[in-house]
């Protein structure tokens, strides 16, 4: 069930919101979603945001 929006800017928000809330890191986030790490990545890159496994967070 993968309802993550396809826009860039909002998948941003998406996924930090969830990272922040719900999920310890971005593995877990993905496992729930099913949806490869890479294409995640992928998306955000192109908008200059990398995940920071620090913070759990796309900056």
């Known amino acids: ?8 800017m ?3 928000s998406v996924v930090n919101t ?3 809330d719900h ?3 971005f ?3 993905c496992k729930f979603y099913s949806v490869e790490e890479d ?5 955000l890159r192109d908008i200059d945001y990398e995940y920071d496994d620090v913070t ?3 900056i």
Do not use: G, H
Request: proline share 11%.
């Open 39 to 43: 294409s995640i990545t992928a998306k």
């Open 1 to 8: 069930m993968n309802q993550l929006p396809k826009d860039p």
């Open 23 to 25: 999920f310890p890191n």
């Open 10 to 12: 909002l998948l941003l």
């Open 27 to 29: 593995t877990e986030f």
């Open 56 to 58: 759990n967070q796309f």
């Open 18 to 20: 969830q990272l922040r």
